[in-house]
């Protein structure tokens, strides 16, 4: 599946963004989608994850309660809602598809990627 991420952004801290991963159409909605991101020279870390029919649903623990992961499979995307943020959150985000029933938070067990965005929260 090919996967393309955009939405992201200039915000200040405590504002908003609505990041959209597009996917191609083929066996969309037989995937689990998940965010990660990564900061300036930092590793690749886990955001969120969404299993096949929109629920469950996985968080960091550093984005719990403030990001909200969705997706609309008739429309092949997935959305990653981000309020509250903080200049910590600051990084490229990447949307991934895992092709398994399984929702990981390790990178490597992704099989798709997409370019990632950049979002940047100032303080």
């Known amino acids: 599946v090919q996967l393309q991420a955009f939405g992201g952004g200039l915000v200040q801290a405590g504002g908003s963004l609505r990041l959209s991963c597009a996917a191609s159409p083929s066996s969309f909605s037989s995937n689990n989608y998940a965010w990660f991101r990564q900061a300036a020279g930092k590793e690749r870390t886990f955001v969120a994850a969404?299993?096949?029919?929109?629920?469950?649903?996985y968080y960091a623990e550093s984005v719990r309660g403030r990001f909200t992961i969705s997706r609309h499979n008739a429309k092949n995307t997935v959305y990653l809602q981000m309020n509250s943020l903080k200049p910590e959150d600051t990084a490229v985000y990447f949307c991934a598809a895992r092709y398994t029933p399984l929702v990981t938070a390790t990178a490597g067990k992704y099989q798709s990627w997409g370019q990632g965005t950049q979002v940047t929260v100032s303080s």
């Open positions: 969404v299993r096949l029919r929109g629920s469950p649903t």
